[in-house]
């Protein structure tokens, strides 16, 4: 059976995925772009954007891994852009994502606001959901058509996800820095992760991998 | 100059130093025990506790580092006991540690109600602390005589050394468990931790060891 998957989601020492003052001019937050060092370094994420060169083994495995086997992922409208309220109606701002963004499948954003598909360069193709998590996951998974559907982010859609238990697995690598403060991860989930366990501790020179399945039904 | 030092601070991978439901019967709260089963593993972990064998290594090395140089060691009163309020006038309940804790060195516990000093088998004395944790640091240093200073946890005692800069170092060992809910290390830090950065990353197949400095002025 299909299942929904997050990987690489990089996490701070004390917690965050993303650093305080989160904007325009600061995606990630103050520091935040430090999570992601690991994730560049790789060849498998240089390669994601474009880029040659790269270091292989067990970062860049687990970089690889996170497109594995994936038909459709799903993100939070802050993954798509900073831009908040109604869209604006010329929509000229197509996203973080640059012209050809490195999904190559279709993308359903979490919104309060309604917008037609947005078809990119690569086989993109942004889908505007307005009806919550459980109506995007039924047209991620239609749309990955027997794949696997990635939860991307940020940390309010994965804790979304894990709240109504429908998350089968997650990776997450803890990066040796501190942020201070920002979004974390593990946060706003009802007073705690039930359902979960961690089952897989590898961790790099660089970052300690660790992979989390559901145990029980959500 | 002698430093004021954290040591083997087990963190789960949702970044709680201690479960849920602390008390008498669960002096770690629930589930937290497996936080320390990598330190029980260690051959200088097993003899602090007085039982043979164990595995050197990485692991080990961290726990008999958190002994070294260390001359006086500072903990929060649920470190010394589950006892709430006024000490009890009989006063023959002695704390967790057993008649030969293991310390063998002056222990200050910060707490609110006085109590006499109580000395203990081994070298270990507990000297109770009524006016805060700066009163408990000048106290230690004194008795270490040149020696460091170390806090022995637990997270709400970490956590006012870090908000008042006092703590020079804390090396944190992120455990693959998740334990859902509990206390916090990184947590009421008045709006985040701040002058403090990350200089250590030393994963072994168990745990992800973090060294942290402070690299500002308290």
């Known amino acids: 059976m299909a299942k929904l998957r997050a990987h690489n989601l990089a996490v701070s020492l004390d917690g965050y995925m993303a650093g305080p003052d989160q904007g325009v001019d600061t995606p990630l937050g103050v520091g935040g772009t430090r999570l992601h060092e690991w994730a560049f370094a790789t060849r498998s994420g240089r390669r994601m954007h474009g880029m040659e060169g790269g270091a292989q083994g067990i970062d860049d495995s687990f970089i690889a891994q996170g497109d594995e086997g994936i038909g459709a992922t799903i993100i939070g409208r802050n993954m798509f852009g900073p831009v908040r309220g109604p869209w604006d109606a010329s929509e000229e701002w ?11 499948h279709p993308v359903f954003v979490l919104t309060h606001h309604p917008r037609p598909p947005l078809p990119m360069q690569g086989g993109t193709t942004f889908y505007f959901v307005t009806e919550g998590i459980e109506a995007a996951l039924d047209q ?3 749309a990955a058509a027997g794949a696997d559907v990635r939860v991307g982010g940020g940390a309010s859609t994965v804790q979304q996800y894990l709240r109504a238990g429908l998350l089968d697995e997650l990776h997450v690598a803890i990066v040796p820095i501190l942020l201070g403060q920002g979004e974390r991860l593990f946060d706003n989930l009802d007073g705690g992760l039930h359902g979960y366990e961690c089952v897989g501790f590898s961790p790099s020179a660089s970052v300690a991998h660790m992979r989390v399945v559901r145990v029980a039904a959500g």
Chains 1, 2 share one sequence.
Do not use: R, T
């Open 140 to 142: 991620a998974f239609a």
């Open 94 to 104: 197509n996203g973080w994502w640059g012209d050809e963004p490195p999904y190559h």
